[in-house]
């Protein structure tokens, strides 16, 4: 039931892009993504609903497969504060299950 | 306007004994979700209180227990504690069920260790 995120952590320079790979078993009614800076409450990055708009923020921006049941998530140009890890959550039964997270580091 | 708020932020606890763990929502939400997230592990979910009751439930044993108060804030208790208990206890605060649908708020949580 645990979303699956790929890759585990990805190391970038400064200006370099990224994708954050989210996979379920189960089918997707929508994917939640959150990133979670070192010794910080995860923060809220956007929600993608069945069928609907996808929510951007900054210069990161999302996909969702409903019927490949993923969802991707986008770094361009990725800045230093973009280092953290970023989870993906599922909505299951009103209550939202997350992946293990990918970790993020940016060098400068 | 506050934010979620979390208490003790850190404590140490020996095997066998019991915890109680605090939380007040962000002003405006009447849902907390308590979250267990162990070392480099994502957030795991233990319960979600709605109206002063148990609306969801994870795979988490009877040791772990809460409650809503009538202001919203949660408590959540874990007896008999073991090593494996040590993690970080997150608390989430969300109006109704649109947090499953938008965002969760989460509290900076509430470091645990079990020796």
């Known amino acids: 039931q645990q979303p699956v995120q790929s890759p585990q952590a990805v190391i970038l320079r400064e200006g370099e892009d990224a994708v954050i790979n989210c996979s379920s078993s189960?089918?997707?009614?929508?994917v939640h993504w959150y990133r979670q800076k070192h010794g910080e409450a995860p923060v809220f990055l956007m929600i993608l609903l069945k069928g609907g708009e996808q929510k951007g923020h900054e210069k990161i921006s999302a996909s969702f497969n409903e019927k490949k049941q993923q969802s991707s998530l986008y770094l361009t140009a990725s800045q230093l504060s973009y280092s953290g890890t970023y989870f993906c959550?599922?909505?299951?039964?009103?209550?939202?299950?997350f992946g293990k997270g990918t970790r993020l580091h940016i060098l400068p | 306007d506050a934010g979620v708020t979390q208490s003790p932020t850190h404590l140490i606890k020996t095997r066998g004994q019991q915890v109680t763990l605090r939380c007040s929502p962000k002003?405006?939400?009447?849902?907390v979700s308590w979250y267990q997230q162990a070392l480099g592990q994502g957030p795991q979910f233990i319960f979600q209180?709605?109206?002063?009751?148990?609306?969801q439930r994870g795979n988490f044993p009877d040791r772990f227990s809460g409650h809503q108060f009538p202001n919203y804030s949660s408590e959540l208790n874990v007896n008999a504690l073991l090593l494996g208990d040590s993690a970080l206890y997150l608390c989430a605060s969300s109006h109704g069920l649109a947090g499953v649908y938008g965002e969760l708020f989460f509290g900076e949580g509430s470091r645990l260790t079990v020796l």
């Open positions: 189960k089918a997707l009614y929508s």
């Open positions: 959550g599922t909505l299951l039964i009103d209550k939202i299950i």
């Open positions: 209180y709605y109206e002063e009751e148990e609306r």
């Open positions: 002003s405006g939400h009447d849902t």
